[in-house]
Nanobody, 115 residues
Framework: VQLVESGGGLVQPGGSLRLSCAASVFSFSRYTMSWYRQAPGKERELVAILRSVGGSTNYADSVKGRFTISRDNVKNTVYLQMNSLKPEDTAVYYC?????????WGQGTQVTVSS
């Protein structure tokens, strides 16, 4: 199983990025997909989750109204649209696929928000 993130990079404050995570996993639609991030010197934190059952979503308070998680079950891909980016959003962003007992992680993609 592979999760491959892409779309990270350097962006100015107020800008936007869209992260993608392509999953080589059987029955992708049955996995709950999440995005986490880890800033230097900080613990990894949950940014957004999109549940396989019902399709409900939750977001960290710090990104509510700015980030949107979505998925394409035909392309086996989950996205994170990030708008109004702030310097404090700078981190390595990781994709996670979970369906008990499976728990898979991508290698991460760097997002840097700086002028």
């Amino acid at each position: 199983v592979q999760l491959v993130e892409s779309g990270g990079g350097l962006v100015q404050p107020g800008g936007s990025l869209r992260l993608s995570c392509a999953a080589s996993v059987f029955s992708f639609s049955r996995y709950t997909m999440s995005w986490y991030r880890q800033a230097p010197g900080k613990e990894r934190e949950l940014v957004a989750i999109l549940r396989s059952v019902g399709g409900s979503t939750n977001y960290a308070d710090s990104v509510k109204g700015r980030f949107t998680i979505s998925r394409d079950n035909v392309k086996n891909t989950v996205y994170l649209q990030m708008n109004s980016l702030k310097p404090e959003d700078t981190a390595v962003y990781y994709c996670n696929a979970r369906r008990a007992p499976d728990d898979y992680w991508g290698q991460g993609t760097q997002v840097t928000v700086s002028s």
